[in-house]
């Protein structure tokens, strides 16, 4: 078992640019999770999946920010534009089903720094 | 709202001198309460998971309990290598609400 995969591990861009985070959730999970973890404000839930459907987005920023999970093996959380304030460690997670028997499984996230 | 609260935010022990984390919380309804540790650059990593008050899971030097307001962390003889920032969530029903960790460093 390979884990939860993200890709890439650090991104520097410039205020203004786009930014595409990738996930590989694990195989056979069938929820997904894009939190943000900050020193301030820890670890924020942003969007989950549940068999490649949204199900709550309500964490996420504002309108900057999508997430798409094209199948069950993909996902991307896009920022555009992107600002100073989103610098950050988005990780991914996954889970084989929503409930307390069934912890996450967290990739080791993408650093992202916009200069 | 849901919040989870951790103390102390960072804690120094010197290696064999045992201690505790505190993880405290307010839920509408606990379903489950987590504890992860998370290494530098990396992701949180699954430790335990307690569902009812007195329940108590262990692993290696670790024990965690869980009361109806909080749980705890108990770290025995610990190791430079069991330095790092240890998480506490719970479980709703809904969502995990997650607490902002307890930074643990382990001199040798």
Redesign the interface.
């Known amino acids: 078992d390979a884990g939860v995969i993200q890709s890439p591990r650090h991104e520097v861009t410039e205020m203004g640019q786009e930014v595409t985070l990738r996930c590989k959730p694990i195989s056979g999970h069938d929820y997904l999770f894009w939190y943000r973890q900050t020193m301030m404000r820890g670890l924020e839930l942003l969007i989950y999946f549940n068999n490649n459907v949204p199900i709550d987005d309500s964490g996420m920023p504002e309108d900057r920010f999508s997430a798409k999970m094209p199948n069950a093996s993909f996902s991307t959380l896009k920022i555009q534009p992107s600002e100073p304030r989103d610098s950050a460690v988005y990780f991914c997670a996954s889970s084989l089903y929503l409930g307390s028997s069934s912890p996450l499984h967290f990739g080791n996230g993408t650093r992202l720094t916009v200069t | 709202e849901d919040q989870v609260t951790q103390s102390p935010e960072a804690l120094r022990l010197q290696e064999g001198e045992s201690s505790s984390l505190n993880c405290s919380y307010t839920v509408s309804g606990l379903?489950?309460l987590?504890w992860y540790r998370q290494d530098p650059?990396?992701?949180?990593?699954?430790l335990f998971?307690l569902?009812s008050a007195g329940e108590e899971k262990e692993k290696e030097r670790l024990k965690a309990t869980l009361t109806k307001k909080e749980s705890f962390l108990h770290i025995t003889a610990p190791k430079p290598e069991d330095s790092a920032t240890y998480?506490c969530?719970v479980?709703n029903g809904q969502?995990?609400v997650?607490?902002?960790?307890t930074r643990l460093s382990v001199l040798p």
């Open positions: 379903r489950g987590f650059g990396k992701g949180p990593e699954f998971t569902y998480l969530a479980y969502n995990f997650f607490g902002p960790g």
